[in-house]
C-alpha cells in the first residue's frame, strides 16, 4: 500500500473549530447576488454532518484470524456487520503475515480468534494481529477468545512448573488488547491475570435451553470432578434436577483413573457437564462408572471440543448416548462425521455481548 492510498477524515472537533474560528470573523453585509449565494451556503450547511456520520457508521470493526472463521461470519451476520477485511499470509517458513485492509483509525474493533489447535500457532497469529491493530490507531480492541488456550496450567501444582495461563495473558495485554471476552474458563480465577477488563461469559444458557426442550426423564447432572462442581451446580440449579460427583484422580498428563461416584444414579438419566474435553479418556471412564452404578442413560456437553489424540474414536466406541458441544472450537473433519457429537452455536451470545461492550451496557443479562 502507498502513501497515496491513505485518506484523512475531518473529526467533528476539527469542524467545530473551523466553524468556531469562521463565527469569530467580522460579519459584512451581503445584497443581491451574494445574498442568494449566503443563504444558498446557510441551506447547504448540514451536509458537514454527513462525515460524522460516517464515521459513526465505522465505529464498529470486526475481524478474525484463521482459527475459526466460520464462527466469526456468524457473530457478523448477527450483529449485522460485515467482516473486516485483511490479508494473512505464511512466509515459507511458517512466520506470519497479516495486513489490515481498511482504515480502522478511532474504531471499536473487536478480534475473535480462539487459540485451538495449533495452540501455539493461532496464539503468534492472535498477537502479530493486535500489533497490527495498535499500530492502525485503533480506538480500543477487544480480544474475543472463545477458547482459551493454556488455561489448564493456571497455578503451580508441581515444583518448578510455569503458569502459563498468567503468560498468555500478560502478553494479550502487551499486544495491545484493552478489553478481552471470554467464553468458560477452565478456571473463573483465570480472570485475574488480566490487568485489563474482562467478560467472561458461560456457555450454559445455549446447553441448557437444549436440555429443557429435549426433556430428558430423571436427569441428574454429573460433575466428572471436584473442580467442577461450581459449574455443574449452576447447571442443576437451572435445569431444577440433583447433582452428583465423580471422585477421580489423574495419574499423568491426560492420564485419569475415576475412583467413585458421590451421589445417588442409579435408574437415572444422567449428563455429564465439563468445560473442555481434550482425549476423552475421563469423559470414556465416568460414563462407565456411571453405569456400572445403575444409570439408565448417559449424557455429555462441554463447552470446547478440542478433541486431541484418540478422542473421537473413544467416544464413537463409547456407550455415551451423546455427546453436545458448542462451537467455540471448530469441529475436526472425523468428530464432525460422528453421529454422537451435536454442535450448537453460541454466535448469538457472543453477539450480543460485542454489542453490549460497543453500547457500553451492562454483559450480565447474557448470563441467565
Known amino acids: 500500500m502507498n502513501n497515496n492510498d491513505t485518506t484523512a477524515v475531518l473529526s467533528p472537533i476539527s469542524e467545530q473549530a473551523e466553524e468556531t474560528e469562521a463565527s469569530s470573523q467580522p460579519a459584512l453585509a451581503l445584497s443581491g447576488q451574494d445574498g442568494k449565494q449566503k443563504a444558498a ?9 454527513r462525515s460524522g456520520r460516517l464515521t459513526e457508521n465505522k465505529r464498529i470493526k470486526i475481524f478474525c484470524g484463521s482459527s475459526n472463521p466460520a464462527l466469526c461470519e456468524e ?51 492472535l498477537l502479530i494481529m493486535m500489533d497490527a491493530l495498535k499500530r492502525a490507531s485503533a480506538g480500543r480492541i477487544t480480544v474475543v477468545i472463545p477458547y482459551y488456550g493454556y488455561a489448564r496450567q493456571d497455578r503451580k501444582d508441581r515444583p518448578r ?22 467464553v468458560d474458563l477452565h478456571a473463573a480465577q483465570i480472570q485475574g491475570f488480566f490487568n485489563i477488563p474482562v467478560d467472561h461469559l458461560f456457555a450454559s444458557p ?4 437444549y436440555f ?43 492420564v485419569t483413573e475415576v475412583m467413585n461416584v458421590i451421589g445417588d444414579v442409579k435408574g437415572r438419566t444422567c449428563l455429564i457437564l465439563d468445560d473442555i474435553i481434550d482425549t476423552a479418556g475421563t469423559l470414556v471412564k465416568t460414563v462407565d462408572a456411571l453405569l456400572a452404578e445403575g444409570a439408565e442413560k448417559v449424557y455429555a456437553c462441554a463447552t470446547h471440543p478440542v478433541l486431541s489424540g484418540p478422542a473421537v474414536e473413544r467416544i464413537a ?52
Open 41 to 49: 451556503i446557510d441551506k447547504a450547511a448540514p451536509e458537514k454532518k
Open 161 to 182: 512448573v510455569a503458569i502459563t495461563s498468567k503468560l498468555v495473558a500478560d502478553l494479550l495485554t502487551t499486544a495491545g488488547a484493552n478489553r478481552a471476552l471470554l
Open 75 to 125: 457473530i457478523c451476520k448477527f450483529i449485522g456487520v460485515p467482516l473486516g477485511e485483511t490479508r494473512l499470509q505464511r512466509f515459507s517458513d511458517g512466520e506470519v503475515h497479516f495486513q489490515l485492509l481498511e482504515n480502522v483509525r478511532g474504531a471499536d474493533v473487536f478480534l475473535v480468534q480462539p487459540t485451538s489447535w495449533p495452540v501455539d500457532q493461532h496464539l503468534v497469529e
Open 212 to 254: 429443557r426442550e429435549l426433556g430428558l426423564p430423571n436427569l441428574t447432572v454429573v460433575s466428572p470432578d471436584a473442580g467442577g462442581v461450581e459449574r455443574a451446580r449452576f447447571f442443576a440449579k437451572k435445569l431444577d434436577v440433583p447433582l452428583a460427583i465423580v471422585d477421580k484422580r489423574r495419574t499423568d498428563i491426560n
Open 206 to 209: 445455549v446447553l441448557v435451553s
Open 317 to 368: 466406541n463409547s456407550r455415551l448416548e451423546q455427546l453436545i458441544v458448542t462451537n467455540t472450537i471448530p469441529l475436526r473433519e472425523d468428530a464432525a462425521r460422528v453421529e454422537k457429537i451435536k454442535v450448537l452455536s453460541i454466535a448469538g451470545l457472543l453477539g450480543r455481548a460485542i454489542e453490549s461492550i460497543h453500547m457500553e451496557t451492562s454483559v450480565s443479562t447474557l448470563f441467565n
